[in-house]
């Protein structure tokens, strides 16, 4: 393919670099003669990996230097409080991920640790506690909780303005409707990574796989909404597949896609047949698989990492995708939530 010389203004030239790597087209650029370029599309170029850990760094740096501007202007530190109930060992880890993450970025915290018989009245009663607790500026109850407790009661005792997890059927019904609210951790994270990254999603094809209300349904909600709305969407064209989908089916709905995000909870569940060359991948799924011959545990997405990366445009590891991402905006939440309670 020759391209006239005329065409190539140096932004020109930027954006279809970025295009072509995107695309995986392979491009030549004759320098004897500037005139003539040569694409031809490559069949095996490995994706980028997106990492969550350099994007969470970032969006670190931009939470501490607000944490600083608050304390520089004589207020107190934000503060999250984390309630978690029972021992079980994941959810251990991800309360201690966030309450590191805050001590590093000058948030305060606390754990408040529960035993896995604690009654919902109990349970109701600490929230309250932590709502009126002017100290707290946010507050999160660790899930998935014991049977015994209604989870659905126990996200809307939190008070609305201090719940940094989005959950609140208020903060649901915002979100739904396309109003600024506290957006879920998760979703936030995979939009960010999408906008930090320059993927367009306007008109695109997205497929999110898994409609829970937590993971999925949110994700989906960012990204088929109006761009021009208070909270801003991305203008994707949404399709959302979930348990009783057919194998071939979800498939079908795969390969169309511009961007796939799976949050299903599935080892292996996408894989490179599936997946449109220069596709972007976003893997939300944390799976705990026990390896065979060494006996040991090891943390994988839904994805087929190896297959896929052959494939893909852009990939994001597990570990090192997601995750950190989470962390990171449940932490930009809480100060959200610290700096709303000051304009009250
Ligand atoms: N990286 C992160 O920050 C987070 C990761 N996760 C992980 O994301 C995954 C999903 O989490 P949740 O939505 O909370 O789980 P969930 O179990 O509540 O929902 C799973 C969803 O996947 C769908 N699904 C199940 N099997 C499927 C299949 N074969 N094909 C298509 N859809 C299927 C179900 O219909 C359901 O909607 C889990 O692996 C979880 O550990 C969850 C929260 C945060
Ligand atoms: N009220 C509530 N809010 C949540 O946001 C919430 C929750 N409950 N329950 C469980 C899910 C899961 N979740 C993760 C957070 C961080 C990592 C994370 O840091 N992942 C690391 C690895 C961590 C590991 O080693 O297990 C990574 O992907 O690199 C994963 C998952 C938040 N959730
Ligand atoms: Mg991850």
């Known amino acids: 393919m020759a391209i006239p010389a005329t065409y190539c203004s140096p932004?020109?030239?930027?954006?279809?670099?970025?295009?072509?790597?995107?695309?995986?087209?392979?491009?030549?650029?004759n320098i004897a003669d500037r005139r003539e370029f040569s694409c031809s599309v490559a069949t095996s170029y490995p994706a980028a990996v997106l990492s969550g850990t350099a994007i969470a760094r970032q969006i670190h740096k931009e939470i501490q230097a607000s944490v600083e501007q608050l304390v520089a202007q004589g207020n107190r530190r934000p503060?999250?409080?984390?309630?978690?109930?029972?021992?079980?060992?994941?959810?251990?880890?991800?309360?201690?991920?966030?309450?590191?993450?805050?001590?590093?970025?000058?948030?305060?915290s606390s754990a408040l640790l529960r035993p896995a018989g604690v009654s919902q009245a109990e349970l109701l009663d600490l929230i309250d506690q932590m709502n009126r607790d002017w100290r707290v500026s946010g507050l999160l109850v660790q899930l998935p909780l014991p049977g015994h407790i209604n989870e659905r009661a126990v996200c809307n005792a939190i008070a609305p303005e201090?719940?940094?997890?989005?959950?609140?059927?208020?903060?649901?019904?915002?979100l739904v409707l396309d109003q600024r609210t506290m957006v879920p951790a998760t979703p936030a994270a995979v939009w960010e990574i999408i906008k930090r990254t320059g993927i367009e999603t306007v008109g695109k094809n997205v497929l999110v796989v898994g409609r829970s209300k937590n993971v999925g349904m949110p994700i989906a909600m960012l990204l088929h909404s109006d761009r021009n709305?208070?909270?801003?969407?991305?203008?994707a064209t949404v399709t959302i597949a979930h348990r009783c989908t057919p194998r071939d089916q979800l498939a079908h709905h795969c390969r169309l896609a511009d961007i796939v995000i799976a949050a299903a909870g599935v080892p292996?569940?996408?894989?490179?047949?599936?997946?449109?060359?220069?596709?972007?991948?976003?893997?939300?799924?944390i799976n705990r698989i026990h390896e065979t011959g060494s006996g040991r545990i090891r943390l994988v997405g839904d994805v087929d990492f190896e297959g896929?990366?052959?494939?893909?445009?852009?990939?994001?590891?597990?570990p090192g995708g997601v995750g950190p991402v989470t962390i990171a905006m449940v932490m930009k939440n809480t100060v959200t939530a610290a700096r709303n309670a000051l304009a009250h």
């Open 229 to 235: 709305h208070e909270r801003p969407g991305g203008d």
């Open 162 to 174: 201090k719940d940094v997890d989005g959950f609140h059927i208020v903060n649901i019904g915002k």
């Open 79 to 108: 503060h999250l409080a984390v309630i978690l109930v029972g021992d079980d060992p994941a959810s251990r880890v991800y309360v201690r991920n966030k309450t590191r993450a805050a001590s590093l970025l000058g948030i305060s």
């Open 308 to 318: 896929v990366q052959q494939k893909a445009g852009f990939i994001t590891p597990v």
């Open 268 to 285: 292996q569940l996408i894989t490179a047949d599936m997946v449109k060359e220069g596709a972007v991948v976003i893997d939300v799924g």
């Open 11 to 29: 932004l020109k030239i930027r954006g279809l670099f970025q295009f072509c790597y995107r695309t995986k087209l392979q491009m030549t650029w």
